[in-house]
């Protein structure tokens, strides 16, 4: 069993083609047919089910493909930990980050590390905290950036508070609570909101605060990005509750104080006992020791 046969595996699986898995691996299509043939019969069984339509795992071929993925990342992470003994940082970096991190201007701290580390190629990836959490002690993320309510605190994984911060409601300019100084939760429980999705950190906490108030609220559109909120909050759809920090990205929209608003605490989170050389160094540029 050799790697490139699981690269090749890997790379049909993900493409559900042969044709689009030999473009990818820069290989002729007999060539990477032949190679996977020549794996199933050291397997002794099927990987894939081929018919002239489709191309599809067989379970066989489903138990294969995690492990195979585990080979293939710890063959590069062997090759990074070489490089990185001879002074060179090599591999990929993997960071996670929920829409509405503010604490760090992430892509100018990419942009430094990319500088310093051209080699490393580099994977973005937007998501809820809660999910980004177990990607990293999954071993699926180097580092993510995270927000979550005062009242949580990541498990599982390395961390170092970046930031804390209060909501604010963030309303259509025209909107009659755009000319309040501030307003309360009281006030706002009467409006229709937009959040993120239920049982997600970054709702969670303004949840909370309703109902430690004794208050219920409207929230009538669920998003999972933060520009779709604010598109929405321009519309006068709907107002929401952002991160004070991270509401001068906006356009479009106005803000005003909350004045008992939840508090939110920025995170970076990793995972100390398999940091690779990679996510070492991205620390380095945040001056977190690892």
């Known amino acids: 069993m050799e790697l490139q ?7 049909v699986a993900e493409t559900n083609s042969f044709t689009r898995a030999a473009e990818r691996c820069l290989v002729v299509q007999s060539a990477l047919s032949h190679q996977i043939a020549r794996l199933e019969r050291e397997l002794g069984a099927k990987l ?5 339509r489709r191309v599809r795992l067989t379970p066989a071929g489903a138990a294969f493909l995690p492990a195979a993925r585990q ?5 590069d992470r062997a090759a990074a930990e070489v490089a990185a003994a001879v002074g ?5 970096l993997a960071v996670g980050l929920i829409p509405t991190v503010a604490a760090v201007d992430v892509p100018a701290a990419l942009r430094e590390f990319r500088s310093r580390y051209p080699h490393v190629r580099i994977g973005l990836c937007a998501g809820a905290s809660e999910d980004l959490i177990e990607k990293v002690k999954a071993g699926a993320m180097d580092v993510a950036f995270l927000g979550l309510p005062s009242t949580a605190r990541p498990q599982g994984v390395r961390t170092r508070v970046l930031a804390r911060d209060r909501l604010v409601a963030v309303v259509a300019p025209d ?4 000319s309040e100084s501030a307003v309360d939760l009281a006030r706002l429980s009467s409006e229709v909101f937009v959040d993120l ?8 906490q303004s949840d909370q605060a309703f109902a430690a108030a004794g208050l219920t609220r409207d929230v009538a559109f669920e998003v999972t990005t933060a520009y779709l909120i604010s598109r929405l909050v321009e519309q006068r759809l709907a107002i929401a509750m952002l991160a004070s920090a991270y509401v001068p990205q906006l356009t479009g929209v106005a803000t005003v104080e909350v004045t008992d608003a939840p508090t939110r605490v920025e995170y970076i989170a990793w995972s ?3 940091s690779t050389p990679a ?3 991205f620390l380095r540029i945040l001056d977190i020791p690892s």
């Open 5 to 11: 046969q699981m690269r090749y595996v890997l790379a």
């Open 48 to 52: 894939f089910e081929r018919t002239s």
């Open 71 to 75: 080979c293939l990342d710890a063959a």
């Open 88 to 92: 060179e940082i090599r591999g990929r």
């Open 175 to 178: 909107h009659p609570l755009a």
């Open 197 to 204: 999705p239920a049982g997600t950190a970054g709702r969670i």
């Open 272 to 274: 100390g006992e398999s």
């Open 279 to 281: 996510a070492t160094a």
